[in-house]
């Protein structure tokens, strides 16, 4: 069956410009996962959406990062006037279940992720 | 702050030797740990995963060991196959919703 896709695989935006990342999980799972990966660096979580609520924004590095997930199923992160900071692959996950003992654990499915290059 | 880490960030193998990919954590807390595999230019790939009250999982060529009273994880590999080179990651889930990931170690494999 298909994976989680992400879109654009490429994006560039002149800094101050507004960007929008878009997530489709894999159909049925229940949890979505942002995660931003630096250049070497392992992937760090931004937020966690179980179905169409946004339990955990705690990782969102500014308020310029805005996530939504209106019917549960895609996703869009939106960046707002990007900085050159912002220059990351934008990773989204997706699991099956929500959480168990209070914490969505479970196994993760990546996508390719969203290069982004702020100029 | 507690983070999740690994010793080495480059690991040269023999094609065909095993590899032993070493990863160690500092939350005592963490209760459940998972190894990604990512290769260039795409997403994290999961390769297993361990709950804290287990020592040892092998999955397809794999192995992942846990020792709680060190508080290190290791991923093992049989055989080394090109197709393993790539980065790897061992991640835990440390209290938040999302998984909190070390910073990887790249993987050669030497013909």
């Known amino acids: 069956g298909a994976g989680v896709s992400q879109s654009p695989r490429y994006k560039v935006a002149k800094r101050g410009q507004d960007v929008a990342l878009r997530c489709d999980p894999i159909s049925g799972h229940v949890s979505l996962f942002w995660y931003q990966q630096a250049l070497g660096q392992g992937p760090e979580f931004l937020t966690y959406f179980q179905n169409e609520a946004q339990l955990d924004k705690s990782g969102l590095p500014s308020d310029r990062f805005f996530a939504e997930r209106p019917e549960g199923s895609v996703s869009t992160l939106k960046i707002q006037r990007t900085q050159q900071e912002d220059s990351a692959v934008y990773l989204c996950?997706?699991?099956?279940?929500?959480?168990?003992?209070?914490?969505?654990?479970?196994?993760?499915?990546f996508g390719a992720g969203t290069r982004l290059s702020v100029l | 702050g507690e983070s999740v880490g690994l010793h080495l960030p480059t690991l040269s193998v023999q094609e065909g030797d095993n590899s032993i990919i070493n990863c160690a954590y500092s939350?005592?807390?963490?209760?459940?740990f998972i190894w990604y595999k990512q290769e260039s230019g795409k997403g994290p790939q999961f390769i297993i995963d361990?709950?804290?009250?287990?020592d040892k999982r092998q999955g397809q060529r794999v192995t992942v060991l846990l020792n709680k009273t060190v508080k290190h994880l290791s991923l093992q590999i049989a055989a080394t196959q090109p197709g393993d080179s790539a980065v790897y990651f061992c991640?835990?889930?440390?209290?938040?919703?999302?998984?909190?990931f070390g910073k990887g170690t790249h993987l050669i494999i030497q013909p």
């Open positions: 991640a835990d889930w440390g209290g938040a919703d999302g998984l909190t």
């Open positions: 996950a997706s699991s099956l279940t929500s959480r168990v003992g209070g914490r969505a654990k479970n196994i993760q499915y």
């Open positions: 361990i709950r804290s009250n287990m």
């Open positions: 939350n005592s807390a963490s209760d459940y």
